[in-house]
């Protein structure tokens, strides 16, 4: 079975940091693309970036709003992908999903995982 | 505010058939056949329902089928269910910096 879990979400000050995580399994990671997604509280869904596969030698988009601030990784070896989030704004405060966007550029979000709370606030 | 624009709220009976547009430009829904919908039950994570327009992954059952003509792409839902309450979002590729935009949602009520 094919699963995503995120973890990492919390409360931070405006100007902090925060990492989250996101564990896979059931499936050959390094073979997908990942994405992340977020969702403000009440609000629609929108794309925050991702990081391709092995094979697109693990090379990452942004969405304009993140761009500079944020920064996709992952770890093969952990089955992990990581969000790291520096200089962060009240209006990043968001369920924080992760996703499989599929094995090439236009791939579809297929599988999602259950999302992680982060809430920016002094 | 969303690339994407979708209705607000739609509804309908069960049993009937229901239509959600999603319009774009030619930059993202009309200039890439990869526009999904997504649906969304509250506290839940996003499912995905349809991909590359009209294909309907396993397990979605047929009632879902989506199309798109210009730069508006729609889902429709026959044989309304109960289940089938939720918030809906589109999703194009995109030949911005944004690679994949999203529609602002549409609330489905089954009356």
């Known amino acids: 079975e094919v699963q995503l879990v995120e973890s990492g979400g919390g409360l931070v000050q405006p100007g902090g940091s925060l990492r989250l995580s996101c564990a896979v399994s059931g499936f050959t990671f390094s073979e997908y693309y990942m994405d992340w997604v977020r969702q403000a509280p009440g609000k629609g869904l929108e794309w925050v970036g991702r990081?391709?596969?092995?094979?697109?030698?693990?090379?990452?988009d942004y969405a304009a709003s993140v761009k500079g601030r944020f920064t996709i990784s992952r770890d093969d070896s952990q089955n992990s992908l990581y969000l790291q989030m520096n200089s962060l704004k009240t209006e990043d405060t968001a369920v924080y999903y992760c996703a499989r966007g599929g094995n090439y550029y236009y791939g579809r979000m297929d599988v999602w995982g259950q999302g992680t709370t982060v809430t920016v606030s002094s | 505010q969303s690339a994407l624009t979708q209705p607000a709220s739609v509804s309908g009976s069960p049993g009937q058939s229901i239509t959600i547009s999603c319009t774009g430009t030619s930059s993202d829904v009309g200039g890439y056949n990869y526009v999904s919908w997504y649906q969304q039950h509250p506290g839940k994570a996003p499912k995905l329902m349809i991909y590359?327009?009209?294909n309907r992954p396993s397990g979605v059952p047929d009632r879902f089928s989506g199309s798109k003509s210009g730069n508006t792409a729609s889902l429709t839902i026959s044989g309304l269910q109960a289940e089938d309450e939720a918030d809906y979002y589109c999703?194009?590729?995109?030949?911005?910096?944004?690679?994949?935009?999203f529609g602002g949602g549409t609330k489905l009520t089954v009356l």
């Open positions: 590359e327009v009209s």
């Open positions: 999703s194009s590729y995109a030949s911005s910096s944004t690679l994949r935009v």
């Open positions: 990081n391709r596969n092995k094979a697109n030698s693990y090379s990452t």
